[in-house]
T-cell receptor, first 113, second 112 residues
């Protein structure tokens, strides 16, 4: 049973547009929700993360929106650039089982010039 | 430079031939994990370790073994590899506090 569902699987956006990737989770014990960015041939790297005590976190052009009641969180990339073209993974983990992490299936983002 | 290293980066082997993928981190992190990445399936956790001699199963542990005899090293062992273990493998580490994971560069394994 997949605990973190990510959509869409792929996304094409024009340069300057807004990219939005969504994730939904099932386990209410999750208390840490990161987004990782992966370029071809590289390992994933942390992009931005949020805890459930806030509804939004912004870092530069990247924003996480978090809806605890709906058990959903999303990544918004403002003013998308060709250099943002990568695969994005949402993830979730819990302090009660700190070693375990659950990832979404990933979204391949292509930003067209 | 703080990093997670994996070796080898690429490996082609045959069914049933035991292999080990090494992972080492220089950040003194307590937690280490192994993941496999397959198209359309994201990253699935194989095993994780919370400290030396403390390991636990992730979501897809079948066919894999791990050990954590030293804090910095966390090798992944495939005793009898099968073609369905052909995948891209990542090792990751993090501290006990912030949950950010640091990933290695990946090992692409092909089992024929």
């Amino acid at each position: 049973q997949q605990q973190v569902k990510q959509s869409p699987q792929s996304l094409i956006v024009q340069k300057g547009g807004i990219s939005i990737i969504n994730c939904a989770y099932e386990n209410t014990a999750f208390d840490y929700f990161p987004w990782y960015q992966q370029f071809p041939g590289k390992g994933p790297a942390l992009l931005i993360a949020i805890r459930p005590d806030v509804s939004e976190k912004k870092e530069g052009r990247f924003t996480i929106s978090f809806n605890k009641s709906a058990k959903q969180f999303s990544l918004h990339i403002m003013d998308s650039q060709p250099g943002d073209s990568a695969t994005y993974f949402c993830a979730a983990s819990s302090n009660t089982n700190a070693g375990k992490s659950t990832f979404g299936d990933g979204t391949t983002l292509t930003v067209k010039p | 430079e703080a990093q997670v290293t994996q070796n080898p980066r690429y490996l082609i082997t045959v069914t049933g031939k035991k292999l080990t993928v090494t992972c080492s981190q220089n950040m003194n992190h307590e937690y280490m994990s192994w993941y496999r990445q397959d198209p359309g399936l994201g990253l699935r956790q194989i095993y994780y370790s919370m400290n030396v001699e403390v390991t636990d199963k992730g979501d897809v542990p079948e066919g894999y073994k791990v050990s954590r005899k030293e804090k910095r090293n966390f090798p992944l062992i495939l005793e009898s590899p099968s073609p369905n273990q052909t995948s891209l493998y990542f090792c990751a580490s993090r501290t006990m506090g912030p949950y950010e994971q640091y990933f290695g560069p990946g090992t692409r394994l092909t089992v024929t």
